[in-house]
């Protein structure tokens, strides 16, 4: 039985299909087969059940899995473990979030202090997330919306206001603020239902006293951002106390009080390298400063610092 069996393994037994399988390991497909086939042979059983394309893992394939999962995860937290010994600068981190809205700034700060620090970074869905860090897939997970499962730490690093935005010439786009109630007969612009923001939103209105009425679904903030302004409709967006002016036009929400909640979260079982426990204190102090209304929060500085000392002492 060979390592490299067990990864193909694993991937096919997530997509219970072989193309697909084929093709985001990027080897071809009768390699694929060949070695899934080679690997039920030593094993002595079938690991999935066959109906002419069609795979499905059974359940000799589904205990396997298991233990196919804890081999990999102890092997990988083996080699990050290594890598820690060689120091942190060489250390890679793994994070998972529905979207980079609120973490590229930080993200590219870290970055400027620890060039050579490896990231590795999914776009997930909350079940996606939560299934990455059971199975030790990832470091960290950045959600404003709470996952949940045994083992997993959560710490709350950024508390950010939600605004009502408003198409230009809207009726209320001249008011600094508004109660939810008063657009209960507005179309929204509001995310997909498989995005983490679209349940937290709904329950903003549910709270109002309505259903919104989406009349348009997307998956990024930039693009509700453009089509309030297009005129389509309302919609529900984030700001901190720092952002900077925005062409949209945004409105206090007086009630009720609509409020996200960032959460920096780790499961207290997987190993965190050097680096990925350096990366949660940089998370931290960067939005505990920019909360605080530093004008420059003191992780910046550093950065700053960093740079001017790179640009006076140039790698040979």
């Not at 529905?98 to 973490?103: A, E, F, K, M, V």
């Not at 008011?175 to 937290?200: I, N, T």
């Not at 004008?295 to 006076?312: F, G």
């Amino acid at each position: 039985m060979e390592l490299l069996q067990l990864h193909y393994f694993r991937t096919v037994a997530r997509l219970e299909h072989m193309t697909k399988a084929a093709q985001e390991l990027r080897i071809a497909q009768p390699a694929l087969s060949k070695t899934i086939s080679r690997l039920e042979e030593d094993l002595g059983v079938p690991l999935f059940d066959r109906q002419g394309r069609q795979i499905r893992l059974n359940m000799f394939g589904q205990a396997f899995l298991k233990k196919v999962e804890t081999a990999l995860t102890a092997l990988e937290e083996g080699r990050r473990e290594v890598a820690d010994m060689a120091g942190m600068e060489r250390g890679s981190i793994y994070v998972a979030t529905p979207t980079l809205h609120r973490l590229s700034e930080p993200l590219g700060a870290f970055l400027a202090l620890h060039p050579n620090v490896n990231f590795r970074i999914t776009q997930a869905s909350l079940e996606e997330m939560s299934r990455l860090m059971e199975n030790g897939d990832v470091d960290f997970c950045f959600t404003a919306v709470p996952i949940e499962g045994a083992g997993i730490h959560q710490l709350p690093v950024l508390k950010e206001e939600v605004f009502l935005a408003v198409p230009p010439g809207h009726r209320l786009a001249s008011r600094k603020s508004v109660s939810l109630s008063e657009v209960a007969h507005d179309p929204f612009v509001g995310y997909k239902e498989s995005y983490p923001f679209r349940k937290m939103n709904d329950e903003f209105c549910l709270q109002a006293g309505f259903k919104p009425n989406v009349v348009c679904e997307v998956d990024e903030p930039s693009a509700i951002s453009s089509l309030v302004q297009a005129g389509l409709g309302v919609a529900f967006v984030g700001a901190c106390k720092t952002d900077k002016k925005s062409p949209l036009i945004k409105l206090d929400i007086e009630s009720p009080v609509c409020q996200r909640t960032y959460q920096l979260a780790w499961h207290e079982k997987r190993y965190l390298s050097k680096a990925a426990k350096k990366f949660r204190e940089f998370v931290v102090k960067y939005f505990t400063d920019m909360q605080q209304g530093a004008a420059a929060p003191a992780v910046l500085q550093e950065v700053a610092a960093s740079q001017a000392t790179n640009k006076k002492n140039p790698a040979v």
